[in-house]
């Protein structure tokens, strides 16, 4: 009898521990279970979202969607708010932490280059209408005015400046190492230079107001069109490569919402393709699947 007790008593304390192993299991897969419930809430929520806040910039990229894009959203059910920012670095730093949903203001090779400094997750969904950079000049009228020892200006953040170098080597002013990715080239990477051209590197906003100090200087689109540049006068526009053009930019988590794919298709539409054919004077360059 005794020894029956004992079992007894040793099964009973047995079951007590294993009640008092299991509890904290299951109190620990408890918050799992509710942060797994509470991403996927905040996933929903993301992908239901109607108001939207973009990156603004002083450019005809968000020019162009307020004018055209935000319209046919709205007409959608949809409430834009606009963050403005100083320069495209602030601008995709917010996209990246979250504070915006997307913006406009972008080529591929800035994108990547971001990406890559910054440790970012931003991807392009969409290419959209971009404006060509060209060789611009305040003292010639024609590019046969080249001569020995010419200064030019080119932009100094890295993927413009690649653009600049792939231009003057279009122009036929410079050849560069045919070994070099085009959308990574730099002035070390000229291995002809017939003209004996000194290169000034410095920042696109400060090209504009400084033309007249050079023989020729390469301007961005979109600071063409800050300083209010007649496009026309480019004496050489740049035939506008797939990494050079501009792309609607969304955190790449959100690639794949409702609201993305609904700003994507305001850019495919009919009616943005009518004012585009309506009001495109040759500043806008517009690639073929927005045709």
């Known amino acids: 009898m005794k020894k029956s007790a004992k079992i ?4 009973t304390a047995a079951a007590i521990l ?15 279970q509710a942060a797994s419930t509470a991403a996927s809430a905040a996933s929903e929520a993301s992908a239901e979202k109607t108001t939207l806040k973009y990156g603004k910039a002083a450019g005809p990229y968000t020019v162009l969607f307020e004018d055209v894009i935000k319209p046919i959203l709205e007409k959608e059910g949809y409430k834009l708010e606009e963050v403005d920012f100083s320069d495209l670095l602030q601008n995709d730093t917010a996209l990246n932490q979250g504070e915006i949903d997307f913006n406009v203001e972008q080529h591929t090779a800035y994108l990547e280059n971001f990406n890559a400094t910054q440790k970012g997750d931003l991807v ?5 209408p971009t404006v ?13 005015k ?5 200064v030019v200006a080119v932009p100094n953040d890295a993927s413009n400046t690649a653009r600049a170098y792939a231009l003057l080597q279009k122009a036929g002013w410079i050849k560069l190492d045919d070994k070099v990715d085009i959308s990574k080239v730099k ?21 504009p107001r400084s033309l ?40 790449q988590e ?17 009616e943005f393709k009518e004012y585009m054919k309506n009001n495109n004077k040759g500043l806008w360059y517009i690639p073929k699947d927005l045709q």
């Open 212 to 251: 007249s100090d050079f023989d020729y200087a390469v301007i961005t689109g979109s600071i063409v069109y800050n300083a209010k540049i007649d496009p026309s006068t480019a004496l050489l526009q740049e035939d506008v490569l797939d990494h050079l053009v501009l792309q609607l930019v969304v955190k």
């Open 8 to 11: 007894l008593i040793s099964l």
């Open 18 to 32: 294993l009640t008092g192993c299991a509890a904290p299991a299951e109190q620990a897969a408890a918050p799992s």
């Open 146 to 150: 080249i001569h020995s020892d010419a």
């Open 132 to 144: 060509p950079a060209g060789i611009f000049s305040a003292k010639y009228k024609s590019l046969d």
């Open 187 to 207: 002035q070390e990477n000229i291995v002809e230079n017939k003209y004996n051209l000194s290169f000034v590197e410095m920042d696109s906003l400060n090209i």
């Open 124 to 128: 392009g969904i969409s290419p959209i």
């Open 254 to 270: 959100n690639k794949d919402t409702k609201w993305a794919k609904d700003i994507v298709a305001a850019y495919h539409s009919d």
